[in-house]
């Protein structure tokens, strides 16, 4: 089993702001903004919107309340209405997902998501980062892959709303075979009693970042250390692997050592 750690979210580029860790621990990954259909304040999170979760952390932001956004991968079922038969799903497009299948990224593998978070507190009656809060790579969620749509002929008309599924928008990419949509399987092979999907609470071992460093710099069990991860081969320093400033997809061929860091990542050792 191939693991994937899969960068998504806003950035220091794409909505210049930190997602939040909720004060309850909800990691609540804030899509990029884009030209797909649904906005930010469409996006719901216990009966807030993502547009009011945005504008409490950043009330300076470039975004506005009916900015439009990617909201992919869709992991979380309460985010906006639903359709009947609705799954988890991510879709993966361009030179990411040439990447992903020049190293045979497929059925079985696993993706882990991971972003730009920041701590938050309520305060002021509102949501606000901490104070000095430090900026980490976190992993808020994952997919062992069940299936994987390549042609927009079948796609089912439940995923009919997910933004790779905008034939207008990937026209070119889905008749060239560059276009993707992953979707889950029903349980974790490695785990039968968790979903094939899902997200994570806030917990130190979902933490990427290493202690003391900025955000890119890495940290993983001392039995991982020199496995090879795609897109920065020569990442491995002294106690840290340093990732691409740009790269969305790493990918880690499966070894002894990762799946002992996998296990542990879902409480299993």
């Known amino acids: 089993m191939k693991v994937v750690l899969s960068r998504k979210g806003v950035d220091s580029q794409y909505g210049k702001l930190a997602s939040p860790i909720l004060p309850d621990g909800t990691l609540l990954s804030l899509p990029i903004p884009s030209d797909d259909e649904l906005t930010y304040s469409e996006i719901k999170w216990n009966g807030s919107s993502y547009w009011d979760i945005i504008l409490s952390l950043k009330s300076k932001t470039t975004l506005q309340k009916y900015s439009h956004c990617h909201l992919d991968p869709d992991l979380r079922e309460c985010s906006i209405a ?8 991510f879709g993966q497009t361009g030179s990411s997902l040439t990447e992903l299948r ?14 730009w978070f920041r701590e938050t507190e309520y305060k002021d009656g509102g949501l606000r980062y901490k104070f000095r809060a430090r900026d980490l790579h976190v992993i808020y969620g994952y997919m062992q892959i069940g299936d994987i749509i390549d042609k927009y002929m ?4 439940w995923l009919k709303y997910h933004p790779h599924a905008n034939y207008r928008n990937y026209k070119t990419a889905w008749e060239k075979r560059q276009n993707a949509i992953y979707l889950p399987s029903e349980h974790l092979s490695f785990a039968p009693n968790l979903p094939g999907a899902g997200t994570f609470k806030y917990d130190k071992r979902y933490v ?25 081969p ?17 990918v880690i ?9 996998v296990n542990h990542l879902f409480y299993l050792t």
Do not use: C
């Open 82 to 89: 639903r359709g009947t038969g609705w799954k988890q799903a």
């Open 102 to 115: 020049d190293y045979g990224v497929s059925v079985g593998d696993l993706f882990l998501f991971f972003g």
């Open 154 to 157: 079948d796609i089912p008309d």
């Open 208 to 232: 990427l970042t290493k202690s003391g460093f900025s955000r890119s710099r890495w940290e993983f069990p001392k039995n991982m250390e020199g496995i090879p991860i795609s897109h920065n």
């Open 234 to 250: 020569n990442g491995w320093k002294q106690n840290y692997f340093q990732s691409a400033a740009r790269g969305q997809e790493f």
């Open 253 to 261: 061929e499966s070894l002894p050592s990762l799946m002992e860091w």
